[in-house]
Nanobody
Framework: QVQFVESGGGLVQPGESLRLSCAAS????????MSWYRQAPGKERESVAA????????GYKNSAKGRFTISRDNAKNTVYLQMNSLKLEDTAVYYC??????????WGQGTVVTVSS
């Protein structure tokens, strides 16, 4: 079955960086685009970034442009999200999913990112 295992979250101060990882299984990873999402406390889940199956096409939502970088390693079935210059409003649970700014009805446990001074 399809599974996503996110990791790499933590507590950081504004301006610091984090690198999130998402290990996917249960499907042919290299054949699918992948996306990152986040859900802040009391808010709906929102998309953050997406990458095509080969990594040749990448997209970012406005909240991530210029600060976040999505990448993938098809040999490791893993997608990454490098987050720089973190802001208080980046505090959220971060998830990955299959698809280019789309998703399956299956979610991992997410990884918690807390930005606090």
């Amino acid at each position: 079955q399809v599974q996503f295992v996110e990791s790499g979250g933590g507590l950081v101060q504004p301006g610091e960086s984090l690198r999130l990882s998402c290990a996917a299984s249960g499907f042919t990873f290299s054949s699918y685009a992948m996306s990152w999402y986040r859900q802040a406390p009391g808010k709906e889940r929102e998309s953050v970034a997406a990458i095509s199956s080969t990594g040749s096409i990448i997209g970012y939502k406005n909240s991530a442009k210029g600060r976040f970088t999505i990448s993938r390693d098809n040999a490791k079935n893993t997608v990454y999200l490098q987050m720089n210059s973190l802001k208080l409003e980046d505090t959220a649970v971060y998830y990955c999913n299959r698809g280019y700014f789309s998703y399956l009805g299956v979610w991992g446990q997410g990884t918690v990112v807390t930005v606090s001074s």
